[in-house]
Each structure stands twice: as structure tokens, then as C-alpha cells.
């Protein structure tokens, strides 16, 4: 049986004037979308654009609610209660969903942001409020989460699906988490080393930490950063490589 991916990518993520990435061009080699959903980013109408796009390419719905930071991109840590995870999970996908009824489509997923995501990683309480808010609104929807991550066991324990996600461009830290990007070292800068640590993700469920160490790993989806300066150029070869090496890529709810 042949090796089946997810690609996805954080998109959405201009706000007001400003434009991060190149969504509309992304959309046609991604079968998944993190849309933000205006707490790190996005706005209503970048939401409603993004969403409009999306559902035009065939392109799973996914929210990508972030911390209330715009300034920072919802990449700092903040000190968040359980209570407001879980509401500002509610407010934001809740908010994205309202979108996806325009269209008549229903969100397949919920991959949380930056600093959040990372926080749900390690911390259970983090991961069980987002698991909850998830749940509570729609049990049908597939929760991303870095692989073998306190989000994943959370979601799992919940009876939720859960997309086991890993990152082309970021390095990893030997207990399995990604390495800050406030170190050097956090970023993978060559696509073709990007490429060929994904083809190995996928295909062996192996990655090599930044200690040398080999740790396993499963693949279910696969993060493209949409606000990478070549994330375009990098998506299309990764998309292309995949398929080279016969793998399918097709969006979770399809699989």
C-alpha cells in the first residue's frame, strides 16, 4: 500500500494593509489550510478572502486559532489561564466556521498557532482546554498536533481524530519538541536537506534531532509555513518530490 501525506500550510495571514505570503498560488499544491482566525493574525476579511480561495481549490478548511498577539505574530509564550484557552478557542474557530457556512463547507480541522501550539506540546492542562473547546464544538473535527505531543495524547484520550503533524522546515530538539526559533539552529535553510528529512519522516517514521540522535516519528501532515519568504518555490519541489517517490498526497478528510 502506498504512503499516504497530508500537506498543509499556515495561510491567512495578512492583516488590514499588510500581506504576508502568497496564499491564492500556495492553495494549488496544499490540501490542507491553517487559516488564522485574527488573534495572531488574519482579519474578517482576510478570512472570508482566504476561505472564499480555499473552498475554490478544493482545499480542506482547517482553523489555526493563536494567542491574542498581533504585535508578536502569536509566536511569544503567554501566561493563559485553562478558561481562556478554551474560550479564545471557541471565539476564534467558532468565528472561522461562521465563514465556512458561507460556502456551505464545514471546517476539517483545527491546528492551534506559534506559541500556543507549542505550549499544548508540553503542557497537558494547555492541550486538554483546546481539546475541550475542539470537542465541544464540533467532535468531527481533526485536531493537528506535533507528533507524539501532550496535544496528540490529550485528543486521542478524547476520542477526537488527530492528524499527527511534522515540520519540513524546522529542527527538532531530542525529546521530540521543535527547537525555539529563538535559536540559531531553528529553521532548516536548504530545501533539498528539508525535502529528503520529509521523504524520511514519511516513508522510515525517523528524524534526526539536533543532538544527532535519530527519534521516531509519524507523519499524518505536513507544515509548510506560508510566511516564508520561499515557501512557494519550497511547496511546489516538496509537493513534486512526494509524488516522485510515490507517495499520495491527499488531505486527511480524505483519507
Do not use: W
Not at 544527532?212 to 516538496?238: M, N, W
Request: charged share 25%; with cysteine.
Amino acid at each position: 500500500m502506498a504512503a499516504c501525506v497530508d500537506l498543509n500550510s499556515d495561510l491567512g495571514e495578512s492583516f488590514g494593509h499588510y500581506r504576508i505570503g502568497n496564499d491564492e498560488k500556495v492553495l494549488d499544491f496544499v490540501t490542507s489550510a491553517n487559516i488564522a482566525c485574527g488573534y495572531h493574525a488574519g482579519d474578517h476579511n482576510v478570512m472570508h478572502r482566504t476561505v472564499k480561495m480555499a473552498v475554490e481549490k478544493g482545499v480542506g478548511l482547517g482553523a489555526h486559532p493563536g494567542l491574542p498577539d498581533l504585535i508578536g505574530f502569536g509566536r511569544r509564550p503567554m501566561e493563559v489561564s485553562p478558561e481562556d484557552v478554551y474560550n479564545f478557542t471557541i471565539y476564534q474557530v467558532g468565528a472561522l466556521q461562521a465563514f465556512a457556512r458561507l460556502y456551505g463547507q464545514r471546517l476539517q480541522h483545527v491546528k492551534p498557532h506559534g506559541a500556543l501550539f507549542n505550549m499544548a506540546s508540553k503542557d497537558p492542562v494547555i492541550a486538554k482546554a483546546i481539546v475541550q473547546a475542539v470537542y465541544d464544538l464540533d467532535k468531527e473535527l481533526i485536531l493537528f498536533g506535533l507528533a507524539g505531543s501532550e496535544l496528540v495524547k490529550a485528543g486521542q484520550e478524547a476520542g477526537l481524530q488527530v492528524a499527527q503533524e511534522v515540520f519540513a522546515d524546522r529542527t527538532y530538539q531530542p525529546d521530540g519538541t521543535l527547537t525555539s526559533r529563538t535559536q540559531l539552529n531553528a529553521m532548516i535553510h536548504e530545501p533539498e536537506e528539508a525535502i529528503a528529512r520529509v521523504i524520511r519522516m514519511v516513508t522510515e517514521g525517523k528524524v534526526t534531532a539536533v543532538d544527532g540522535t535519530d527519534l521516531d516519528i509519524q507523519a499524518d501532515t505536513i507544515c509548510v509555513h506560508g510566511d516564508e519568504p520561499q515557501a512557494l518555490v519550497f511547496v511546489q519541489r516538496l509537493r513534486h518530490v512526494l509524488q516522485k517517490n510515490g507517495i499520495d498526497v491527499k488531505k486527511v478528510g480524505d483519507r
